[in-house]
């Protein structure tokens, strides 16, 4: 079970960072009318406002690079809580931002997982 | 409704790090038997077993310095996701240690909560 969850962990976070980095606006499709996004302290929600926020943040370009994945069971059956935490290197910017984010994920009925929650900080130097 | 889940999200941190700057071992009274800690990646179940891995850390004394709490509901009835960042002093030690640490709070009978998740990575410079 443990093992699992890390796998569905790691899986996710490699997807979810592959999106952000090459298809912000692809994102979309892993939230839900009901997800909640908190970036930077503004709070966002459903998936919609959630692509577009992401999709408008002012870089072009980014890249993701992940230090540490730690993954738990949640109390909602199947739901998986994610606790990331990595660099940003944003395009044309020379120093990499620190940044830790967390994820609640909950399944489909499909068998996949969307996003029911998302926080993210810069961690500022 | 989010102004109340930012309230318990304030209250719950206050009341959490006076508790682990002034009493590590009180701590326990915070967690269940089912309640699980990955503390820099190793993993903890049980409130008794975490208690007594934050009361072993190798540090005397120690002040937690709040920078950011964001909170949401969670998919749990009653439930509060927790996300903090801040820095962490330890006793004799020049400098402070960045963090960032997540919670899970469940509502308890009693109408307090406790935690169930909990994650804490220190943040490398």
Chains 1, 2 share one sequence.
Do not use: W
Not at 66 to 80: E, H, K, L, N, R
């Amino acid at each position: 079970m443990e093992e699992q969850v890390e796998l569905v962990g790691k899986a996710f976070v490699d997807h979810y960072y592959h999106l952000f980095d090459n298809n912000r606006l692809s994102l979309a499709s892993l939230y839900q009318p009901t997800s909640m996004l908190t970036f930077e302290g503004q709070q966002i929600q459903g998936g919609d406002g959630i692509a577009r926020k992401l999709s408008e943040l002012p870089f072009d370009h980014c890249q993701h690079l992940i230090t540490t994945i730690d993954s738990q069971p949640s109390s909602s059956p199947g739901g998986v809580l994610v606790f990331v935490s990595g660099n940003l290197q944003l395009a044309g910017e020379e120093h990499e931002l620190k940044f830790s984010q967390m994820f609640h994920l909950i399944p489909t009925l499909l068998g996949s997982f969307f996003v029911q929650n998302d926080i993210f900080r810069l961690n500022y130097g």
